[in-house]
């Protein structure tokens, strides 16, 4: 069964930086792409990044280009992702989640909240 | 950047009763359409992709359907767990993935 448990989550003051880890378990985690998904609270669904098998190829959503980097480490099973210059705006629960082969996100972790608040 | 609409907002339905929810995209996507459950407190769940493929282990009421700009989940005769919000998601055309804003289907 796959698994995705995301860690890291915490208060934040604005301007600040922080690290989501997200684990999987229950795949083989290399072989699969992963995205990064946030949702505000009470607010729909966002994707924020994308990370190919490898490292090789990612992409990030307009809103955190720039401030945000996709990783993985395939030996650990881990994703992650390094906020930095964090907003007001990005306050989220932040899902990963494993990728289909075109884009879809087929299985999603439970989720780990930031909120970036003075 | 795609932009995906959802339509109703929310859907009153009863228990047993049909849903139809729509979805439109801003440009053609192909049949690069997903659809997404979520139900309070939890994470999305993938139901449908490519506009009509189900995903492994969703139940034969959820179905979709359409293509280019114009997409519709249907559930057959609703059961008290598919009261949810449903996304739709595109991925024709990306970076960006873009989801629609969601429609709330929930008890009349």
């Not at chain 1, 930086?17 to 229950?26: F, I, M, T």
């Not at chain 1, 990612?58 to 210059?85: C, E, H, P, W």
């Not at chain 2, 459950?37 to 992709?49: M, T």
Request: proline content about 4%.
């Amino acid at each position: 069964e796959v698994h995705l448990v995301e860690s890291g989550g915490v208060v934040v003051q604005p301007g600040g930086s922080l690290r989501l880890s997200c684990v999987a378990s229950g795949f083989t985690f290399d072989d699969y792409a992963m995205h990064w998904v946030r949702q505000a609270p009470g607010k729909g669904l966002e994707w924020v990044s994308f990370i190919n098998w490898d490292g090789g190829s990612t992409y990030y959503a307009d809103s955190v280009k720039g401030r945000f980097t996709i990783s993985r480490d395939n030996s650990k099973n881990s994703l992650y992702l390094q906020m930095n210059s964090l907003r007001t705006e990005d306050t989220a629960l932040y899902y990963c989640a494993k990728a289909g082969r075109t884009g879809t996100a087929v299985h999603w972790g439970q989720g780990t909240l930031v909120t970036v608040s003075s | 950047e795609i932009v995906m609409t959802q339509s109703p907002a929310t859907l009153s339905v009863s228990p047993g009763e049909r849903a139809t929810l729509s979805c439109w995209a801003s440009q053609s996507v192909s049949s690069n359409l997903a659809w997404y459950q979520q139900k309070p407190g939890q994470a999305p769940r993938l139901l449908i992709y490519g506009a009509s493929t189900r995903a492994t282990g969703i139940p034969a009421r959820f179905s979709g359907s359409g293509s280019g700009t114009e997409f519709t989940l249907t559930i057959s005769s609703l059961q008290s767990e598919d009261f949810a919000v449903y996304y739709c998601q595109q991925y024709n055309n990306w970076p960006p993935i873009t989801f629609g804003p969601g429609t709330k289907v929930d008890i009349k």
